[in-house]
């Protein structure tokens, strides 16, 4: 398992905009993750539903056809598209604390500054369903600073026929849609940055358990799962914690520096309900 990032990996990642770090969960990790997602999705596990964002799936394989993104349990299925705020599980959170990740932070927004969590979610593409998701950039005219860092662990085997992740290197140095409120490319911009680029597309293609580290700038999408085996993923977009989302919100939970959320409170908080 890699334990820290060598200069020919951050080379490379500088780059490219990605970096596959690889298998960084246990086999026993790894289990209790698939465990603990299948509980909450089923209603079985020890959360507070009210404090996760949970979606559910379209039928049409469409993005607008998604279901409605809103707190609090949504039935007993395992079909869930996507399910946020999941730093707020014990499990979840200890792994998106390991130090790797500290390391990786401290590269991009500078040594010990604070971070805080953007959204920690579970993605799920179910066997032979799952959601197109449109080409884009993580990125988020709501805040006064771009998120960098996204880690994405692949819980399941990530393939091109499950809808593993698309990319384009190199794809990070430049905006493309600064306007659009979530960095999702219009027509013209797929035509002119994707479909003359289809000989560089990567497909990320992940054993479970298996890491990426992705700049949030690179351009990437995934399609509709059209195998017999779902395709389940933890991403986590990891933000500096100064800043400033312009609608208001203050309430991004910190996960390194000062104030950290700590397993421990979860533990208790969950004791106390």
């Not at 988020?140 to 600073?145: C, F, G, M, P, V």
């Amino acid at each position: 398992m890699t334990a820290s990032i060598t200069p020919e990996q951050w080379a490379q990642y500088e780059r490219d905009g990605y970096l596959v770090l690889g298998k960084l969960l246990s086999d026993a990790d790894l289990k209790a993750l698939q465990d603990r997602i299948d509980d909450i999705m089923l209603g079985k596990a020890p959360s507070n539903y009210q404090r996760m964002l949970m979606q559910l799936d379209s039928d049409s394989g469409k993005y607008e056809d998604a279901g409605e993104m809103s707190r609090g349990h949504k039935g007993a299925r395992l079909d869930y598209r996507k399910i946020q705020e999941l730093e707020f599980d014990p499990l979840f959170l200890e792994f998106m604390q390991r130090p790797i990740f500290k390391e990786i932070c401290d590269h991009e927004y500078g040594k010990d500054t604070p971070i805080s969590a953007f959204r920690a979610m579970f993605m799920n593409k179910p066997a032979n369903k799952g959601t197109f998701l449109p080409w884009h950039q993580d990125r988020w005219t709501s805040l006064d600073r771009d998120p960098l860092v996204t880690i994405w662990t692949a819980l399941d085997p990530a393939t091109i026929q499950n809808g593993c992740v698309q990319l384009i290197p190199g794809s990070h140095k430049t905006l493309i849609n600064p306007n659009h409120n979530s960095g999702f490319l219009a027509p013209e911009h797929v035509e002119e940055h994707v479909n003359k680029n289809k000989d560089k597309i990567i497909y990320l293609e992940l054993e479970p358990g298996e890491v990426a580290l992705l700049h949030n700038w690179t351009v990437h999408g995934s399609d509709v799962n059209r195998s017999s085996i779902s395709r389940r993923a933890f991403s986590v977009c990891y933000m500096d914690a100064n800043t400033k989302d312009k609608r208001g919100r203050e309430n991004y939970t910190r996960i390194f520096g000062p104030g950290a959320l700590t397993v421990e409170q979860l533990k208790a908080q969950s004791a106390v309900a």
